[in-house]
């Protein structure tokens, strides 16, 4: 099992590093397919992956990237509301055949999955976009790691035994710490070796922000799984389950990187 986790996971930061380094419609091509299988996941838990107003959220996806792609200038409240409507009548002209759980659930995936998601994009293309967006995984799943490896080690007191037994706060804490310091010596490295103005100091609190947050998404998506009495959203990467299960923090740690690095950069 460790082994097949091990190797999913050089895959996936391998995979990470093409499409990141690519950019452009390779970086938002294959985050919109991943959005759209993180979407299917979310909507298999509520039993809407293959109906009508599962299709309404597969196709607002797709909306959304292509106006990202194409650069194209819109209100984004027009959008949220568009969606709204879009979702609204499906179920009204459907009635009674979705239930509000489905109804709610079509509208916040796209936004949650999406939407959120698109925001690795958005932050590679600012400028120096190519060593900032590496701080979204920096801090997610380094967080992650480090607060496995010290909860293993000294941890002691549960953070939230409800939703996951495992995590601890000396674990959290350790992550936070971890996420930090990895941030001050990513600096440090892209100003030695990438020629860059990095902050280190901003840089670790970036990532000590962005750490937090991260935990929120883990155990957001823990919560809905609780929820619904599931283990993995899917099966797609071997030993981490489904692509909800691998970038839950990274989907609520993109969006906050994106304006943190506007800010403290």
Known sequence: MFKTRLISGIILVIIALVTIISGGPILLGTLMLVSLIGLNELYKVVKMDKTVLGGVGYLTTILYYLLLFFEINYDSMFFVIGVLIAVMAVYVFAFPKYVSEQVVTGFFGVFYVSVMLSFIYQTRTVEDGLFLVALVFLCSWGCDTCAYCVGVLIGKHKMAPKLSPKKSVEGAV??????????????????????????????AVICFIGGMISMIGDLAAS????????????????GHGGILDRFDSVIFTAPVIYYLVTVLR
């Open 174 to 203: 350790g992550g936070l710490v971890g996420a930090a310091l990895l941030g001050a010596l990513y600096a440090l490295a892209i100003n030695k070796w990438g020629s860059a103005s990095a902050t280190p100091a901003s840089y």
């Open 223 to 238: 919560a809905i799984k609780r929820n619904h009495d599931i283990k993995d959203y899917g099966k797609l990467i071997p």
